[in-house]
């Protein structure tokens, strides 16, 4: 069930009665063109199989350019959004930085789903992409994902973002947030600076404590109770 990006974002619109949509990282917009919200926002530096010349009309609107110039000139004619999806480059900085630059155009039933949250491998993990790709030939890996370190936004929003509650569907890492205090709040690293300089081990010792892994069922009913 939900094993899909757009059955999970949809299932999220659901619960929020989303009517405008943000989707940093749409790439060839194959989550995008399927999510079934009203209003829908597209941000990516360079689209893929012309999905901005097919798909854009009135109610759905494409940006290629860096979500960093989205949020500092074009976001705020838009307002707030219901329905966040951070999906762009797989990095710590720029996905906590996407995630920060979010929270201005979001409100307290916004939801928040972060892609790539589970590195299948320590070689998927990381950071640089040509780094990566190179150590992928050498060593004659046949599975081209890439999750990067953004594992390490979920320590850093556990850390600094009590507020905020949040739980990881199995299998391809995503992590849903909403706005809720998490009870019994203890910090682990208390630095961002250490956060940063975290490995794949780290993330090996931490995930089952950390990411807060959960069946979508049971996700789901906790942001709905959270809601009602």
């Not at 069930?1 to 949809?10: Q, T």
């Not at 961002?192 to 009913?221: A, G, Q, V």
């Amino acid at each position: 069930m939900l094993e899909s990006r757009f059955e999970r974002l949809n299932a999220l619109a659901d619960i929020n009665s989303a009517s405008k949509y943000l989707e940093i990282g749409v790439s060839s917009g194959e989550t995008f063109i399927r999510v079934k919200v009203p209003k829908k926002i597209a941000v990516d530096p360079c689209f893929r199989n012309d999905v901005h010349k097919k798909y854009a009309n009135e109610n759905s609107i494409f940006y290629e350019i860096t979500s960093d110039s989205f949020f500092s000139t074009l976001a705020p004619q838009h307002g707030e959004f219901d329905l966040i999806y951070l999906d762009g480059l797989h990095t710590f900085e720029q996905t906590f930085r996407d995630f920060c630059n979010s929270l201005r155009y979001s409100h307290s039933r916004t939801i928040w789903l972060i892609d790539d949250t589970y590195p299948i491998s320590w070689v998927a993990s990381i950071s640089n992409y040509r780094l990566f790709c190179r150590l992928r030939k050498w060593i004659k890996i046949k599975d081209s994902r890439w999750m990067g370190d953004v594992y390490k936004v979920i320590f850093a929003i556990h850390d600094f973002f009590p507020q905020f509650s949040y739980a990881t569907f199995p299998g391809h890492g995503q992590t849903v947030l909403w706005l809720e205090t998490r009870k019994d709040f203890t910090p682990t690293w208390d630095s961002l600076e250490k956060i940063s300089r975290l490995s794949y081990w780290d993330f090996e010792k931490f995930k089952d404590t950390h990411l807060l892994i959960r069946d979508p069922e049971t996700i789901l009913d906790q942001i709905k109770k959270s809601f009602a």
